[in-house]
């Protein structure tokens, strides 16, 4: 019981006052109420005058009736009070008049009505205040007054007004300040007395069944709004029990036709409280035990109303007002103001959590739509402040209740199924119940996959069924969506997903018995429903194992350590105990076996209940709602024993011995089979029962009152034998509820969720799929945009939360479904752009993919093939740019003018499609018709302010759509996505031989292929992944393309670029990039003949900036070959030739690797006539140079040792590469190139530092013979006009090979072969004297090589080569002079005078190793 703390003011609404209390002259108001009453009833004859005859004969005076006398005196005394009344004056002394009257049978309604109307302004001016003296005596009389009102009917009218009085009066009582004085007794009084009224009203006006029930609503409020100040403090149980049904029952009120109403009427009661004597708690002031005692009496009614029929002629205001659904209302009202606070009181509590509930429940399931939103409004109040303390309860409320009606295979009507799921939806939109449904309820042992039947209910129940679209549809499709929505929410405040890992269960231990170490610490619980959640998972697999085969379902549990290796009584019994979902049919066969084991498990199983403080029926109800009670005998007979044994051990009190609880029990179960089975005609009476079960209690019986207790228990409330299986969508029935209510005392505690996301990982892993189908259902079946948003916020949040788990199939099935609906196939619409920006539902499916392809894109596979044809859709209907993506400025050195001008050679894509645009017309009669009316073509109409609107739309949402961001952004997505996506943009670009079929698939694979390139070029630090495709695309246009187009063009420069930007960054590639440009090589002529002078700007650029990267001979190739192939094309010679010049001008970039790649490509330009003269000089100056390279390295080989003699080989290889390549320029026609390349073959022969070997050097002759044997070719089978001034030519060659025979000579003298080479000289000295150009011999080569021939004799002589000292070199001497003879006759007289013999000074031999002065200067 428990008391007001204080005074506080009153609830809200009439009489509450939020300014200080007027000063009220207590003098006036008391005059001005007693002239009132006295008013009134001065209009009545009877009350005019009574003549009292006395003892002492004075027959004639008038004395007053003492009502009259007693207001008079009021009025006198209350002139004398002063102004401190309120602390001196008691205010039963102002009241007392004025509830005479009331209380009076004398007075008629228009006095009784005065009287109460005086009170009324007592009570709302709050004249009594909480601090007057014995103010809880005073409110008490004005309640027992008022409650016990009696007044003389004189016409319907006026009895109405009284009653409404009568309300008012008593909603003044609980809403004044002096409230708090009211006793229990007096509230329940209150309450009782306005039902009554309520309930007479029925035969009344309109206006007092509105007022009536208005009054007693504001009653309700007002009780129940002071539990919050109602102090915390322990009520017995007795008291609590014992104040039941006290003051509070429903009688027949007037009927008409008395003349007399007394609102104090005794009636039937509800409940047994006949003989019920006040107790101590009732008389206490105002607190729990009135609201207990209320919400009983509330429940009462809704019991009573079910056998309530409702008379047409007690004209009932309406249907939604009848008695259920009005006490109903107030059970409402109370629980609204009361729920955050019932928690603090134990009673109160147990009576919501029992009683209450279960009569919730029970109406529940009524037919009415209206009772049943009442039902879910009260239990969503009692759910948001108290589900801590109901979660068995609320389990069954949604098993029971929600699942049940909100699905039309059970029965119910369209409109109970919108009623349910809209509770469900207002469930859904509190963001933490399913959070809490699945932790308390999907993840506890005990109880059913609330959550998971209720995302099935909300998916299934969105999904029209042959039929259109119908609210129900939708308001599943929100439930879903706010599930959604919450949960994304959540992961705001989280970083990031971490899988929860859940040990795996290595041996058995008594899991029933887990227990969470705190509910307070996510990191303990979230650890523990995850491990129950996974026990659970498998005990489910266990028990479907175990309804089809018993000896299976044991071996999968013992295989699982959900049961010990050896299976003993006790834990199988646990198993069988707490484990949802058994076959229960199964389950009493076993437990009635005969065998040992079986035997030991029933009485393990017995021992598993709790029948402390149970009365028998309740305590059989309990045990037989777990199974189905076999039917034979025997097995009956041993699971009562069983069960008789554990009743007995907890409650010996009422039984002597354990045979008596079994004979009972078997008593009870023959009783229930009597009483509740059809084919039974002869009901078993109460005297039946008692009978039978005389002496029964060791040969005395037992109490009467406890055998018909008991008997009509079981009348009114079958125990069933045949429990439903399962535990979903279940009818709750008493037995149920009992067994409930026991589970609940020791059901683990109710977790609270809060706003971080521990379990929705394994909540959205459930619900992802069947969201998105049902999203995807409504979002397909509707056209109303605020639906519409509705779905596309609920695509985006599972988007969200899969990427955010990881969950990437969802993601792409989401994006795949959403692409469905982008209605971008419009190519048969004559203007698809309208129709798109006319489509709402098209451009926000549009706008979403796009919204998560790139917010999400990192978690996108297979869906990139959908999105990527979405986007070429709209690049065939002209939305996107001509260039989506701009160039990847990776680098500060592109070539902006050659990618400008490389666009502006390009087909731009198509634009906007214009309005009205005539058909095309295919075929050669459509094309023949269009030519014959030509000129009679009508004008294109201008677009209507719609189309232009609907065009604005279609940009904006383009706009919006971001599309260029996928590809700009494509290095931040993941390895994964990124491979797939390229992959998508080469799957939708198609296969070559496909491409070139028209201009649109032509278009498809430039725009493709441009954005290939751009995601490879935003990717060059993870071009491993892409390049293998990209090539072998590239490849594909180019093998397959034979002549110049938009789509080839494309495909090389962007293999061109590719190479350009990445070889900086990519040493390890270098050869695979420079290697693809091959491909370059293998273009059709026609093809390559038309971008040669791009592709070698290209190739030039190219050199520029990565030179210093390129390393391998391959790659050094591959340039180089393309740059070759350019000194052929009039256009593109000048940019390969630069580029040449770049790498080989002073050696910059010369290497082993490129050197004689870049000699040759150097004699190409050279021979080529396509450029200048100077330009072919200049590149055999580029040649001659080139050969300070190769004395650098040889000079640095030297100082490097090692493997320095292969290197120099290697160097001396390339030097003859060179000299072979002048060679090849001396026969050019042109004089000037012909000349210089025989003065730059002359250099390089001569050049010093380069270690040439002998064999070398006689490959140089070979050379420089076969070079002087074509210039003799030339002179003696060329005209001179072809090959001008070949005389000077001619002198260069004789002059060239007699400088590089003696600088050779040292090096070959020694050589066996120097004789026949030195003869082969002379030989070919002989030739050119007498050569003839123009038919006659010339002077310069005449004048020339006598002297050439005398110098190189001179030096032989001085070292002692040429001698006539030895008989074996006689042969060299003879022949020498033989063939020098032949040149020059007088040489030998003058090299070898007679007078000076064989030998000369050591001076002499060094003056004639020298030419010359005149010589050189010749040379």
């Known amino acids: 019981m428990g008391g007001i703390r204080a005074a506080s003011p009153s609830p809200s609404g009439a009489g509450s006052y939020p300014w200080p209390l007027p000063r009220v002259a207590m003098a006036c108001v008391v005059a001005s109420e007693v002239a009132t009453v006295l008013a009134v009833m001065r209009r009545n004859v009877r009350w005019a005058g009574v003549r009292y005859g006395g003892d002492d004969g004075a027959d004639d005076e008038h004395l007053d009736h003492p009502l009259i006398s007693g207001l008079k005196s009021l009025r006198r005394r209350a002139a004398a009070w002063g102004p401190r009344w309120r602390d001196d004056v008691e205010p039963l002394l102002y009241l007392r008049p004025f509830l005479d009257v009331v209380r009076s049978d004398e007075t008629g309604a228009p006095i009784t009505g005065a009287a109460l109307s005086s009170l009324h302004k007592i009570l709302t001016l709050d004249l009594v205040g909480p601090d007057a003296p014995n103010a809880a005596d005073a409110m008490g009389a004005v309640v027992d007054a008022v409650t016990g009102c009696r007044f003389e009917v004189t016409d319907p009218a006026s009895e109405e007004a009284v009653l409404a009085r009568v309300l008012q009066v008593l909603l003044a009582c609980v809403r004044g300040r002096a409230a708090p004085a009211l006793a229990n007794r007096h509230v329940c009084a209150i309450a009782s007395t306005c039902f009554r009224v309520v309930q007479q009203a029925g035969t009344k006006g309109e206006l007092l069944q509105r007022v009536s029930r208005q009054t007693m609503q504001e009653v309700i409020r007002c009780v129940f709004a002071r539990l919050p100040d109602v102090d915390v403090t322990v009520v017995a149980d007795e008291q609590i029990a014992s104040c039941k049904n006290q003051g509070l029952v429903i009688g027949?009120?007037?009927?008409?036709?008395?003349?007399?109403?007394?609102?104090?009427?005794?009636?039937?009661?509800?409940?047994?409280?006949?003989?019920?004597?006040?107790?101590?708690?009732?008389?206490?002031?105002?607190?729990?035990?009135?609201?207990?005692?209320?919400?009983?009496?509330?429940?009462?009614l809704l019991n009573i109303a079910e056998d309530i029929e409702v008379n047409l002629r007690m004209n009932p205001i309406d249907l939604d007002e009848d008695v259920p659904l009005f006490a109903l209302g107030l059970i409402n009202s109370a629980i609204e103001l009361s729920a955050s606070s019932i928690h603090r009181h134990p009673k109160l509590l147990a009576f919501v959590q029992d009683e209450l509930f279960r009569?919730?429940?029970?109406?529940?399931?009524?037919?009415?739509?209206?009772?049943?939103?009442?039902?879910?409004?009260?239990?969503?109040?009692?759910?948001?402040?108290?589900?801590?303390?109901?979660?068995?309860?609320?389990?069954?409320?949604?098993?029971?209740?929600?699942?049940?009606?909100?699905?039309?295979?059970?029965?119910?009507?369209?409109?109970?199924?919108?009623?349910?799921?809209?509770?469900?939806?207002?469930?859904?939109?509190?963001?933490?119940?399913?959070?809490?449904?699945?932790?308390?309820?999907?993840?506890?042992?005990?109880?059913?996959?609330?959550?998971?039947?209720?995302?099935?209910?909300?998916?299934?129940?969105?999904?029209?069924?042959?039929?259109?679209?119908?609210a129900l549809n939708v308001l599943a499709l929100d439930g879903l969506v706010a599930v959604i929505q919450a949960m994304a929410e959540r992961t705001d405040n989280a970083s990031q997903h971490h899988d929860q890992t859940v040990p795996e269960i290595s041996e058995y231990f008594p899991f029933w018995q887990l227990k969470c170490e705190s509910n307070n610490d996510p990191d303990q619980w979230v650890k523990f429903v995850h491990q129950q959640k996974s026990i659970k998972r498998k005990l489910m697999v266990g028990v479907e194992h175990f309804n089809r085969d018993k000896k299976k379902g044991f071996e999968f549990l013992q295989g699982a350590h959900l049961l010990p290796e050896k299976l003993d009584p006790h834990n199988v019994a646990l198993f069988f105990r707490y484990t949802p979902g058994l076959d229960k049919n199964l389950l009493g066969d076993y437990l009635g076996n005969h065998d040992e084991f079986s035997i030991q498990v029933l009485h393990e199983f017995a021992r598993t209940f709790d029948f402390k403080k149970m009365n028998l029926d309740a305590a059989l109800r309990v045990f037989l709602e777990t199974f189905r009670l076999p039917g034979e005998s025997q097995k009956i007979q041993r699971i009562l024993e069983a069960f008789s044994e554990r009743y007995y051990e907890q409650s010996p009190q009422m039984f002597v011995n354990r045979d008596a609880a079994l004979v009972l029990s078997y008593s009870v179960i023959m009783l229930n089979t009597d009483q509740h089975n059809v084919r039974v005609k002869k009901k078993m009476t109460e005297e039946d029962f008692i009978r039978n079960n005389r002496r029964i209690n060791g040969g005395n019986d037992l109490p009467r009152d406890f055998l018909s207790e008991l008997y009509y228990s079981i009348c009114r409330n079958e125990i069933r034998t045949i429990p439903e299986q399962g535990a979903g969508c279940s009818e709750m029935s008493f037995s149920r509820w009992v067994d409930l209510m026991w589970r609940s005392k020791r059901t683990s505690v109710y977790i609270v969720c809060d706003s971080y996301p521990f379990l929705d990982h394994d909540m959205f892993s459930v619900m992802a799929g069947p969201t998105v189908a049902a999203i995807s259902v409504v979002f397909d079946n509707v056209e109303h945009e605020e639906v519409l948003t509705g779905c596309i916020d609920g695509f985006l949040s599972v988007a969200k939360l899969a990427a955010f788990y990881h969950l990437d199939d969802v993601l792409n099935d989401l994006v795949v479904a959403l692409c469905r609906f982008t209605s971008l196939s419009y190519s048969y619409i004559d203007d698809p752009v309208t129709a798109f920006g006319e489509d709402t539902k098209a451009r926000m499916a549009t706008e979403a993919v796009f919204t998560i392809a790139t917010t999400y894109g990192d978690h996108i596979r297979s869906a990139w093939r959908n999105i990527v044809d979405n986007i070429l859709k709209l690049h065939k209907i002209g939305l996107l740019p001509a260039r989506l993506t701009g160039n990847a400025t990776d680098d500060q050195d592109s070539s902006d003018s050659l990618h400008s001008k490389l666009a502006s050679s390009s087909a731009a894509a198509p634009q906007l499609v214009p309005i009205s645009t005539s058909k095309k017309s295919y075929g050669l009669m459509g094309r023949f018709s269009q030519l014959l009316y030509l000129d009679a073509e009508e004008p294109r109409s201008q677009p209507t302010e719609e189309q232009l609107a609907a065009q604005r739309n279609a940009s904006e949402t383009v706009k919006k759509c971001q599309i260029s961001t996928i590809f700009t952004e494509s290095k931040f997505l993941q390895a994964d996505s990124l491979s797939n996506l390229a992959r998508a943009l080469i799957q939708a670009a198609g296969r070559p031989q496909k491409i070139t079929s028209s201009l649109d698939d032509e278009g498809t694979a430039v725009f493709c292929l441009e954005l290939l390139i751009t995601v490879t070029l935003n990717n060059r630090d993870r071009i491993i992944l892409l390049w293998q495709g990209v090539y072998e695309h590239i490849t594909h246009i180019v093998q397959s393309t034979v002549m110049p187009c938009n789509l080839v063009e494309k495909a090389v420069f962007g293999l061109l670029h590719i190479c350009q930007r990445l070889l900086p960054y990519k040493e390890n590639l270098v050869d695979d990039l420079l290697r693809s440009l091959q491909l370059i090589l293998k273009l059709d002529a026609r093809v390559a003949d038309a971008y040669c002078e791009n592709i070698t700007l290209e190739v030039m650029q190219l050199v520029k900036a990565n030179a210093t990267h390129i390393k391998s001979q391959m790659g050094w190739r591959t340039i180089i070959s393309l740059l070759c192939i350019t000194a052929r094309h009039p256009d593109a010679s000048d940019a390969g030739f630069e580029a040449l010049v770049f790498i080989m001008s002073e050696g910059a970039h010369l290497s082993p690797a490129n050197f004689v790649l870049s000699v040759e490509a150097s004699r190409q330009f050279a021979e080529s006539r396509l450029g200048s003269t100077e330009r072919s000089i200049q590149a055999l100056n580029l040649m001659a140079d080139s050969v300070n390279c190769l004395t650098r390295w040889s000079h640095g080989v030297k100082e490097a040792g090692g493997e320095a003699d292969r290197i120099l080989e290697g160097i001396a290889e390339m030097w003859l590469r060179l000299v072979q390549a002048l060679r090849k320029v001396c026969t050019d026609q042109r004089e000037e190139v012909r000349n210089h390349a025989l003065l730059s073959l002359h250099r390089c022969l001569v050049v010093d530092g380069i270690s040439v070997s002998s064999s070398a050097w006689l490959m140089s002759f070979d050379i420089i013979f076969q070079l002087l044997d074509e210039l003799l070719e030339i002179v003696h089978n060329y005209s001179p006009k072809d090959f001008r001034n070949m005389e000077m030519s001619l002198l260069h060659a004789v002059k060239l090979l007699c400088k590089v025979f003696l600088q050779s000579l040292k090096d070959l003298s020694a050589q066996s072969g120097f004789g026949k080479l030195w003869l082969e000289v002379l030989d070919m000295i002989e030739k050119f004297m007498k050569v003839k150009v123009r038919g006659r011999r010339t002077e310069k080569l005449q004048e020339a090589i006598p002297e050439l021939v005398k110098n190189i004799l001179m030096v032989m002589k001085a070292n002692g080569i040429l001698s006539k000292t030895s008989s074996s070199e006689n042969s060299l001497w003879e022949a020498t002079w033989l063939q020098v003879n032949n040149i020059s006759p007088l040489l030998q007289s003058e090299i070898f005078p007679d007078n000076e013999g064989d030998s000369t000074t050591q001076g002499e031999q060094n003056k004639l190793d020298t030419p010359a002065p005149d010589q050189n200067a010749e040379q």
């Open 252 to 300: 027949e009120m007037g009927n008409g036709k008395s003349d007399y109403v007394c609102l104090n009427s005794s009636g039937d009661e509800v409940g047994d409280g006949s003989d019920v004597v006040q107790d101590e708690a009732m008389t206490k002031p105002f607190g729990v035990p009135c609201m207990v005692e209320i919400l009983q009496f509330l429940c009462s």
């Open 359 to 470: 009569n919730l429940m029970h109406f529940g399931l009524s037919m009415s739509p209206l009772i049943l939103s009442t039902v879910c409004s009260i239990i969503f109040t009692l759910f948001y402040h108290l589900r801590h303390e109901l979660k068995l309860q609320i389990e069954a409320f949604f098993s029971c209740v929600i699942l049940r009606l909100a699905q039309s295979r059970y029965g119910a009507s369209y409109q109970l199924q919108e009623v349910a799921l809209e509770a469900l939806v207002d469930f859904c939109r509190q963001k933490e119940f399913m959070a809490e449904m699945y932790a308390n309820m999907d993840c506890d042992l005990q109880c059913s996959n609330i959550f998971e039947e209720l995302v099935n209910l909300l998916s299934k129940s969105a999904f029209p069924v042959n039929s259109p679209l119908s």
